[in-house]
């Protein structure tokens, strides 16, 4: 559950509301004039929700590609990732 916290405690209770963050694992709403304005969460959480979304964007164009038949035999595509891999290999040496 979000907690909600006027603007002013962010600037006297930071060490406080750093603390919820992390302990209880779930963002602050910090209002302005009484409207939601931020929303702070821990860093990881926020990496892993970052992380989250990069996938289920991943996954979102793939079924599109799916669906509009952008595919290919799954060994096209190891052999494009493995000759990627090799000319990598080969800039390094």
Do not use: W
Request: charged share 30%; with cysteine.
């Amino acid at each position: 559950m979000e907690a909600i916290r006027p603007s002013s405690d962010l600037r006297n209770h930071y060490n406080e509301i750093s603390k919820q963050c992390h302990e209880e694992k779930s963002p602050v709403i910090i209002t302005v004039n009484g409207r939601g304005d931020t929303a702070i969460l821990g860093l990881q959480d926020y990496y892993q929700m970052k992380s989250e979304l990069e996938l289920l964007r991943t996954l979102a164009e793939a079924e599109e590609d799916a669906a509009n038949g952008r595919i290919a035999p799954i060994q096209d595509t190891f052999d494009d990732i493995r000759k990627s891999l090799l000319e990598r290999k080969s800039y390094e040496v």
